[in-house]
């Protein structure tokens, strides 16, 4: 059998993986499978305490093991960092309290990961415990003080935004409806758990290797960390096992093996225990939320106001976003008179958390959706007709200073409507079976950089050779997502020629232009955008050396396949042959591109978080029975429809809505990174924290629909992340259908489905 | 990863020098390992030597006996238990419990032996190294405090094999090996104890699975988290026998709800030759529900588990009716 | 701390290294063997990620101890298209058709989990050549996929058992 070797792949044939061979043949080299000549391996001690002051590391036992290189402690080992530039708040290694169980406090460097892990179990660490914080919005006086950086007590951030008069708008209104919801936290569980082998070389560079989705972003937090300028920290990112957002900024392993480095004057690897991973985190934060929405009497939208309070965790990751996303995309998919956004985060003692897959949009989507399908139950009308009552239009500006380009939304709406029979069978299947359905929208990239600055979000650098290969080289990371086969694919698109001359160089700080990294859906959009700019300059190259070499204009030029011609001329010669006149003419053929967004319309603080060149937008039937006996939800069928502008690779993108979607199903029936009271997490392995099987999975009908977007490299928006959001309350909704409980928090895990219905059998026996 | 201590793996290949190798200080049975090379890992079990079952002939023969009942060996696999055609035929009950384990590869790692002995969890013990770290000792590590049951003086751990209730409704009995063999129903095997759960001496193993000839119709369910991988929340077995129109000598077992499977005797007071109507069923399954008293230290949370054994038993009697219609009856 | 002398046949080749007892066999074939195609996922037997075959059984490398595998055969994802070949006296450049399947199909995506699928997945195909829905998810039940939702691995085992009934 052999593959129809992607080698010999046209551009018109679009592989799934430009990789897959390696990936299936076990060639493809994760972050742990890499082996450094003299390699040492790292471990790091972690606290047993959620909260507590550290009286005292001794290291000295840990140091006469066998094995032992280097064993080091937090004070004085590195500069607090973290991934928002307001939030500097991070130390590699504790320095004198911890605040999260699992929080790194020591790291030792051995000859083998065995010594190193006996090593660092030696490590004797004296604490003094103190009451651990669990609960966000808390502000009691008595509990201490998680940050000492925290506005007041341990509330971290406090974001308001109003737009129009939302106060007006829900007393005039002819009828209004308030909601909660409690949305549980949930880890990325990512395959691969997080790993890193770093080398201080003598000569003061250093290099690092990481399982990272943002290897900029690792490169400018770790030269802050260790002190030493930007440029001599060179990072690069192995095949990545998956990342969701879990791997999306500087994490304390990647520091402590730069530090034992140093120390032992070898390369160092940490590879984190699937443990480790969850108390890392930087997972879908836990919010409590409460909406409120005044209808008119054509039930349209006339306020809305929203509420949330999110519980961080010890450290602020990307915090401040997190909060403000839980307010910014309600309006891309309704249209509303005035908006009202308050937003909390709290500091607590368990591990932090940050973006994960719909970063912010995910937990407010869930109560949003629930919300209108209760109005709609209120005002008797259809679920998806309320919403078609209230869609945001195409090419329109929302409440909130959106720019809206291209909206595939009404769509979605048709077409789940449609695979699912919704209007024969909504409403009349039997007790216990029940549709649910909801919509959303998520962005293509955020309009902003996390740190200002007024350079390019991604660069794009193609060089042609004289052997007709055309390498090309980008900052980007493939994190699973297919971002290295949409470069090439449109690589080879863009150039007109075949896609076994494209060679890649990604996720390398040194070899390649600033991107700024796998998140917030952006690479597609942005990447593309470059690299559509820079092969649009190496062809003008190509032409113009051409039309020189022919003697004819640059007008006159066109191409046949790979061939450049003159129409109606009779010249014509290959790709690569005009590829050695340009080179003739100019020297080493290069050409770079980079790509900038348009500022936000907004001018409001926080506008920064929400604008996005382009909206993808998504829908989703859920078709669940509730067994009364067990408790279990069934999702029997999901319908997804979802609008990614032009799919630039059909087999991907279809890939990524499956993926999506069943992993807002784990969210919606069984994940959650849940604390007992004393702190300690409710079991940090895979038996603990349940993720979706494939007995656990149902059929999945999928429908594409858009249209191309005039902002997306030949129209691409995105599809990694948007089809997820509906995923979830589509289920919640489906399970009220079914069983007429309404749940008020999530996951709908079958102990949490029993106690409900027992609770409603005994209220419906008195 | 957490690397497993120095220790030794003992590899006899028959019966004497297996005896041997268990008699020695600190040596523990090791049947396919899932079970306990993570216990060890974790630092939950202990041990300085394995004895590997495996390479002993005896111990890997299905065999049917003269007398009509079957004899499994212990470490036959739980892969093989669900496709043997002497259990499939005669005891699809224990089959369907045998599937119902972890996952394909666990199941053809795993053994039968094994899974009858496997360690009681507890959300408060069975979690990685540090997460015990500050937590202070309770009983099943040797400290005088349980997390799960603040006032109870014993571990309440739960026995989390699924083919247990299955093997107790069909009437196994289990041979022990040691000093000298013995012999004893399997609801006899388990002390109630969390901590020491099951009845076997130090060099001491279980040998074999005695199943009856002429067994009873049995039905086995499992409630869990997910549908594949998970352990159980709680698992039912009924059993009864078609006699003159009539469903007699039920059992009915409810385990993966405390340490020691629960015979649920007033169930089964109530459905001997009773007139099996649906709404005896549910009956029987609210006796079974008042009948167990799960502590909150399973992966879902305790009312909801205590609630799904109800449905369980309901459903699992329900079974002994569909195959009874099945076959005639 | 006692050691022993492992004799292993991986991938059909003879191997023998100085082990100690604890180790498993997820270590030595990553770290002594320096196979990394088997991965690492949990280490505690629930995810799959470490299957390879033991005597063409799929067996969890990382809660079997190498010493109880003694004299076994090892096939791991390096050595899948080596047996496929010897078992089709084909070349040894080809692929299984599991393998190639995975690919076209877009049951690959970040490819973590792939090694270990496609090695129950092949082991499913080798015994039941034109497996149901039904059996394709029980025997992968107990392999984790965090980015594809599944649907086009069942897609990829599907065409891959047609492919080689057809070709056989
Ligand atoms: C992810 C995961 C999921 C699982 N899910 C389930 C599940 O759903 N249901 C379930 O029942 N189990 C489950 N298990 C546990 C386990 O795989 C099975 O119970 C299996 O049957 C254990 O058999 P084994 O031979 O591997 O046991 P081992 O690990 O070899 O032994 C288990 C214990 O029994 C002792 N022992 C073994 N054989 C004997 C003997 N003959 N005499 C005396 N003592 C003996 C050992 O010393 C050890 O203490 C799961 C395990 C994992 C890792
Ligand atoms: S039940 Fe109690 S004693 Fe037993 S393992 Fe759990 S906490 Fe420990
Ligand atoms: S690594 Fe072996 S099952 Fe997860
Ligand atoms: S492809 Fe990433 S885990 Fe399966």
Redesign the pocket.
Known sequence: MKLEASARQTAQAVPNRIESWAKVTGQALYADDIEWPNMAYGCLVRSPQAHARILGVDLAAARSMPGVLAAIEGPGSSAPYGIMPSNQDEHALAVDKVTYLGEPVAAIAAESFRQAYAAARAVRVEYEALSPVLKAGAPEKSLPQVREESETGNLHKAVDLEFGDVATGLQTASYRREDRLFYQGNNHVALEPHAVTAFWQPNGQIVVQSATQVPHYVQRSLAKALGVPEHLVRVMVPTLGGGFGGKSELFPHEVAAALLSRRCGRPVRITLSREDVFYTHRGRHPVAMKVETGFDAESRIQAMSFESVLDGGAYGSYGIASTYYTGALQPTTYRMGAYRFHGERWYTTKPPCGPKRGHGTTQPRALLEVHMDRVARDLGLDPIELRRKNLQPAYSVTVNQLDITTSGLAACLDAVERMSSWKERRGRLPYGQGLGFACSSYLSGAGLPIYWNPLPHSGVRIAVNRDGGVHVACGLTDIGQGANTVLAVLAAKALGVCLERVQLTTQDTATTPVDLGSYSSRVTMMAGNALLAAAQHMLSLLTEAAAHHWEVPAEAVARDGEDFCVDGGGQRAGWTEVVRWAEAELGPLAASGGYTPAPPRGRHKGSGVGPSPAYSFSACVAEVAVDDLDGRVQVKRLYVAHDPGTPLNPQSVEGQIRGGAVMGLGEALMEAQAFNPDGRHRGPHL?GYRIPTILDVPEIEVAVVGEPDPNGPMGAKEAGQGPLNPVIPAVLNAVREAIGVDLSETPLTPDRVLRALERRRREEAR | MMPLRPLAVVTPRGEEELLRSLAVEGA????????????LSWEL?S?DALVS?AGVPA?RRTDALADGSVCLG??VT?AEVARHPLILGAYPALADAAR????WE?RA???????V???TRCRFRNQPPLWRDALQTCYQSGGDVCHAAPASRTCVAIL????VPALAALGAQLEIWGHAARRLPIEDFYSGDGAHHIS?AKG????AIHLPADPPTAAFRKW?ARES????EANAAVSAVWREGAWRAPRVFVSAVGPAPVRVVAAEALLDGADWSEDLLRAAGELARKAVHPYDNGQLNVAGRQIAVRGLVARALGDLQNARRERGL | MPESVLRLIVNGRPQQLVAADEMTLLEVVRDRLHLHGTKDGCA???CGSCTLWVDGVPRLAC?TLAKTVQDCEIVTIEGLAGWWGKQHAADAAELHPLQAAFAEQGAVQCGFCTPGMVMGGAALLRDTPSPSRAQIQEALSGHLCRCTGYEQIIRAVQAAGRRMLDEA
């Open positions: 038996l | 523990v049975p090791l049947g396919g390992g899932s079970d306990l090379i993570p216990g079990a041990g079952l111990l212990a470490a739980l119902a384990v972890g996952s666990l790692q795993g053994t039968i032996g094994g899974n002995c496997l360690a989390s094999g699924d083919t076997l001491e193993l279980l040998a869990r991988i998970d352990f159980p | 505690a037997g629930s809660v």
